[in-house]
């Protein structure tokens, strides 16, 4: 995900995606994935399907791994406003 300003509003595209879809749009089989992310290919199953949130740790090398297109926020589900609040609106 990333933000740009124009007219001093603040955007997010985002471009993110859930960690099984990403391994099926790259062809990237699970246990590549697992190893390039540094545990077993049994977590990776266990992320790539919902049933466990990695560790923070974890969470830092399948974003970068991804190039960001897995985000933290993908596993958690937290919906993102298309346009965030300008800063005067935010204090209101």
Known sequence: MF??????????????????DYLTRTNTPLPVFAERIGVSKESA????????IPERDV???????????????????????RYMAQPSEASQ
């Open 45 to 52: 199953r266990r992320y790539s399907n919902g049933e466990r």
């Open 3 to 20: 933000f740009a300003v124009d007219n001093n509003t603040a955007m997010v595209f985002s471009w993110v995606m859930k960690l099984k």
């Open 59 to 81: 969470m830092i090398n399948i974003y970068h791994t991804t190039s960001g297109r897995v985000a933290p926020n993908d596993f958690y589900g937290i919906p993102l406003k």
